[in-house]
T-cell receptor
Framework: QKEVEQNSGPLSVPEGAIASLNCTYS??????FFWYRQYSGKSPELIMF????GDKEDGRFTAQLNKASQYVSLLIRDSQPSDSATYLC???????????FGKGTMLLVSP | DTAVSQTPKYLVTQMGNDKSIKCEQN?????MYWYKQDSKKFLKIMFS???????INETVPNRFSPKSPDKAHLNLHINSLELGDSAVYFC???????????FGPGTRLLVL
């Protein structure tokens, strides 16, 4: 059973702080990793993807991947109330193209 | 200029009925997907089609039958609806099998 684990939260941070969202996965052969943001009642929207070990930065967002530890994280700098949403970690498993999603972490950014 | 669209947006129906959900993408993508998101917000793949061919069929009751008339459309027909089918169904597409997926707005199905 290929699993993706996330803390359900909520993770509460004050405006301007760094929010750190974590995800672990069980399939050691996984090749690519995605972070989606989902506002309540809306569809998931892609924030970032990462394929290689290390950090990948895009604006206020940084994805970090450590394949040896089977761990991927998302850092949000200068958090804004508009960042309040559920963040879904998704992992493309080895073999075919199935994406396995975690259950998501709810982030609350307070003004 | 909607990228991935779904109809209907809301669907309320009685147990035992048959219903269909339609999905269309205008992105020129080759691969389309159906996901189910339950009340606990868990998003799970149901089916995937690549160029009109079924490539992924997860453990889904055979009351669910996808159909892809062309690579821009992927419809989902559900027979004999059950209470447990109540969920949000998302369609998604990607340029090719291994690439990033983009989601439609979702269809909220409530079975009474």
């Amino acid at each position: 059973q290929k699993e993706v684990e996330q803390n359900s939260g909520p993770l509460s941070v004050p405006e301007g702080a760094i929010a750190s969202l974590n995800c672990t996965y069980s399939d050691r052969g996984s090749q690519s990793f995605f972070w989606y943001r989902q506002y309540s009642g809306k569809s998931p929207e892609l924030i970032m993807f990462i394929y290689s070990n290390g950090d990948k930065e895009d604006g206020r967002f940084t994805a970090q991947l450590n394949k040896a530890s089977q761990y991927v994280s998302l850092l949000i700098r200068d958090s804004q109330p508009s960042d309040s949403a559920t963040y879904l970690c998704a992992v493309r498993n080895s073999g075919y193209s199935t994406l396995t999603f975690g259950k998501g972490t709810m982030l609350l950014v307070s003004p | 200029d909607t990228a991935v669209s779904q109809t209907p947006k809301y669907l309320v129906t009685q147990m035992g009925n048959d219903k269909s959900i339609k999905c269309e993408q205008n992105l020129g993508h080759d691969t389309m997907y159906w996901y189910k998101q339950d009340s606990k917000k868990f998003l799970k793949i149901m089916f995937s089609y690549n160029n009109k061919e079924l490539i992924i069929n997860e453990t889904v009751p055979n009351r669910f039958s996808p159909k892809s008339p062309d690579k821009a459309h992927l419809n989902l027909h559900i027979n004999s609806l059950e209470l447990g089918d109540s969920a949000v169904y998302f369609c998604a597409s990607s340029p090719m099998i291994q690439e990033t997926q983009y989601f439609g707005p979702g269809t909220r199905l409530l079975v009474l």
